[in-house]
T-cell receptor
Framework: AQSVTQLGSHVSVSEGALVLLRCNYS??????LFWYVQYPNQGLQLLLK??????LVKGINGFEAEFKKSETSFHLTKPSAHMSDAAEYFC?????????????FGKGTTLSVSS | DSGVTQTPKHLITATGQRVTLRCSPR?????VYWYQQSLDQGLQFLIQ???????AKGNILERFSAQQFPDLHSELNLSSLELGDSALYFC????????????FGPGTRLTVL
């Protein structure tokens, strides 16, 4: 079975500050990990993904995440927040198993950015 | 624009009714997934189809069903609707039935009154 826990349902930062959104996962098979962003009244957009190989992955809009197997974590970071980063962020895990390749999502973290 | 289209964008109906949501995957994608997003349950996987065949089931109610047609578009049928079925329903597509990143459509917002 697979699951995702996102620590903190709401994170607030100032513009220019570091963004850190936390994600821990549980998986009985080698995980594929994803971060998606959802802007109000829109669908989900892929920010970045980890499959195999390099554990530090870079995504769009300056975001990156590091896969740490020993900590079962996949935290999302951005060095300097921008007002346009305000949105809801979802961490998801997937892996090829009997359940197919469906994404199992965390409950989401709402990021607020103040000027 | 992800290339995944969903219709309608909004749907308002009454309890006990039946509705059909439609999804067209990105060109070339064979796998279609349906997800439900609600305030209390979050984003939940409902069902996956690959090239016309059911591939995996998640937390899909017996009142709900889906199919994927030869042209690869998919429909999600929701029947005997209840107030609690009000949610945002997303379709996503990917190239294959094994791992691949999923591209999400804009969603259909269903309101059951």
């Amino acid at each position: 079975a697979q699951s995702v826990t996102q620590l903190g349902s709401h994170v607030s930062v100032s513009e220019g500050a570091l963004v850190l959104l936390r994600c821990n996962y549980s998986s009985s098979v080698p995980p594929y990990l994803f971060w998606y962003v959802q802007y109000p009244n829109q669908g989900l957009q892929l920010l970045l993904k980890y499959t195999t190989g390099a554990t530090l992955v870079k995504g769009i809009n300056g975001f990156e995440a590091e896969f740490k197997k020993s900590e079962t974590s996949f935290h999302l970071t951005k060095p300097s927040a921008h007002m346009s980063d305000a949105a809801e962020y979802f961490c998801a895990v997937s892996g090829y198993n009997q359940a197919g390749t469906a994404l199992i999502f965390g409950k989401g973290t709402t990021l607020s950015v103040s000027s | 624009d992800s290339g995944v289209t969903q219709t309608p964008k909004h749907l308002i109906t009454a309890t006990g009714q039946r509705v059909t949501l439609r999804c067209s995957p990105r060109s070339g994608d064979l796998s279609v997934y349906w997800y439900q997003q609600s305030l209390d349950q979050g984003l939940q996987f409902l069902i996956q189809y690959y090239n016309g065949e059911e591939r995996a089931k998640g937390n899909i109610l017996e009142r709900f069903s889906a199919q994927q047609f030869p042209d690869l578009h998919s429909e999600l049928n929701l029947s005997s609707l209840e107030l609690g079925d009000s949610a945002l329903y997303f379709c996503a597509s990917s190239v294959s039935r094994t791992y691949n990143e999923q591209f999400f459509g804009p969603g259909t917002r269903l309101t059951v009154l």
